[in-house]
């Protein structure tokens, strides 16, 4: 009997993703600029006038302040395409024998607060208690906007072009490893790593 190759927690192997998304066809009516390929960010649609950009990401990794990254994570990716973010729709995902009112304004509250320093409008979702799960889980899906002559696209860009980093690299990631794996990094690299990552 043959093994099933079973895959490591993650992202799905490149190739796997590549087979499937060959798959999806496109068609001209439906007027995508941008749709599902390997390494892009997110979805563009044309709409007339505009582009519109849309995204969605779940947020697995940490159960601390999900919320906030949830809509972090999407409305980056909405920005790399030099689109604005403006609507964010978040589905919530509440382990079983765990939710309590406590948790859900917790994670609430997170994504109000990132919406309003973002400047996006929180306009839909979902919520529900899920058996299997041990610790909540946020799906995020975010829309923004771009001027067609503003989308930046990946295959425009050039070595030699300028680069303008406005703040850290992979901010997300080290402080999700921070608060996930502390007493291990904080044995190996001290407290104070911990506490700056």
């Known amino acids: 009997m043959a093994m099933l190759r079973r895959f490591p927690v993650g992202k799905l192997p490149p190739a796997v993703l590549q087979k499937l998304l060959a798959r999806c066809p496109l068609p001209k009516h439906a007027g995508v600029v941008i749709g599902p ?11 007339g006038a505009k582009y519109l950009v849309a995204k969605t990401d779940p947020i697995t990794f940490t159960a601390e302040h999900i919320g906030w990254y949830a809509a972090n994570v999407n409305a980056n990716d909405i920005a790399t395409l030099g689109a604005r973010p403006r609507w964010f729709l978040a589905t919530l995902l509440l ?15 997170d994504i109000l607060r990132a919406c309003r320093t973002l400047g996006i409008t929180l306009v839909g979702g979902h ?8 610790r909540p889980i ?10 067609k002559a503003k989308l930046v696209r990946k295959e425009s860009q050039r070595p030699g072009d300028l680069v303008i980093l406005t703040k850290g690299v992979a901010i997300e990631g080290t402080a999700i490893l921070a608060r996930e794996k502390a007493a291990l990094i904080e044995r190996k690299l001290g407290r104070r790593f911990v506490r700056r990552a």
């Open 138 to 147: 946020v799906v995020g899906q975010m829309l923004g906007e771009v001027e």
């Open 95 to 109: 382990p079983e024998r765990k939710a309590t009112a406590a948790l859900v304004r917790s994670v609430f509250n």
């Open 37 to 47: 390929r390997f390494g892009e960010d997110a979805a563009v649609i044309d709409l």
């Open 127 to 134: 919520t529900e208690i899920t058996t299997g799960l041990d």
